[in-house]
């Protein structure tokens, strides 16, 4: 990750002033939706740059030591060892950026990636994930257990009652108090956006969560109805820009839910490049949050192998 962000005072009335142009937003979004995409070779090298940045994703109920056993050697081994030797890329460590789970299912995790002898960060979702409406002791003390059992990244959920109600300042400090409990590990926020109605909210909350002092702002649960949308984030990294320009302070970008396809994934590098630049396109400044989106990635790969699109049994551990 790169150097963390300090955070500043809580500035209300930047908070205040904010307006956004929603047409201007989703006109936007829509040109970089019909940017056409990198074919061939350098298709694959992006797709592989896309694999990097994925915090491989498991938050279901049903979680088990095995599964996440399973998920942690798919992220030391994202693509299959003969297509990444075909493009010569075997040797360059590619894994994927992190692997995200339960608070409970950290210690596994850790288990598995130490026992496989790799160092990718084990994220752990906290502060009462998915909806955020635990006591905020509760919150507090499952960020401590989650780093205790050697998480060493956060994605915290905001409180979204405070957001819609517009107690700024009330968030500002909760945020605070996560990013205190979080010690040395890195706080991605998720600010649940298909909550928020408004890009105003999105960008307000942007700038709340930053000013408190996160190193990633997160678009989505993934459990909410709408997730991770282009629109949103071009709201999200504005603030990011915006919050870069006035304090030196680089804060990551992570979108999260419902991104599926290596078409979505491709879309997601093509925004970061054009509206914050190269210097983000890094695991240390951009995460893709997802649960099934390194198996069509990998799909996509071997099609770029081998010219033909994989059976069930050619990528069995996708
Ligand atoms: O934080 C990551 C999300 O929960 C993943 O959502 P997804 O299962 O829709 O990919």
């Not at 010690?183 to 909350?205: C, E, Q, R, S």
Request: with cysteine.
């Amino acid at each position: 990750m790169s150097d963390r962000n300090p955070g500043m005072d809580l500035d209300l009335e930047w908070v205040s002033k904010v307006r956004l142009n929603t047409q201007a937003v989703l006109k936007r979004a829509q040109r970089v939706q019909s940017r056409k995409v990198a074919k061939k070779e350098w298709q694959a090298a992006w797709l592989l740059k896309a694999v990097t940045c994925i915090d491989l994703t498991t938050l279901s109920g049903d979680d088990t030591p095995s599964n996440v056993h399973r998920l942690c050697m798919k992220a030391v081994q994202p693509v299959r060892y003969d297509l990444l030797q075909s493009m010569d890329m075997h040797d360059k460590g590619i894994t994927t950026a992190a692997v995200c789970v339960y608070p409970s299912r950290v210690a596994d995790a850790v288990k598995s990636l130490k026992a496989a002898k790799s160092n990718i960060p084990v994220a752990s979702v906290a502060t009462g994930f998915p909806a955020g409406q635990t006591p905020l002791k509760t919150r507090l003390e499952e960020v401590r257990m989650a780093v205790e059992d050697g998480a060493t990244e956060i994605d915290i959920v905001i409180n979204r009652t405070l957001a819609l109600t517009g107690h700024w300042a009330e968030l500002y400090y909760e945020i605070q108090q996560f990013r205190e409990a979080c010690g040395d590990a890195h706080m991605k926020t998720i600010l649940a956006v298909g909550d928020l109605g408004t890009f105003t909210n999105v960008y307000k909350a942007s700038l709340v969560a930053m000013m408190a002092g996160s190193d990633f702002i997160k678009t989505s649960t993934g459990k909410e109805s709408v997730n991770a949308t282009y629109p949103v984030a071009i709201v999200m990294v504005r603030a990011i820009r915006d919050y870069y320009l006035k304090t030196g302070h680089k804060v990551g970008f992570k979108p999260a839910g419902g991104i599926r396809t290596a078409q979505e994934a491709l879309v997601w590098l093509v925004l970061m490049k054009e509206e914050l630049g190269d210097q983000w396109l890094t695991p240390h400044l951009f995460r893709l949050g997802a649960s099934s989106l390194l198996g069509d990635i990998e799909r996509q790969i071997y099609h770029y192998v081998t010219g033909r699109y994989p059976a069930n049994h050619d990528l069995p551990m996708a």
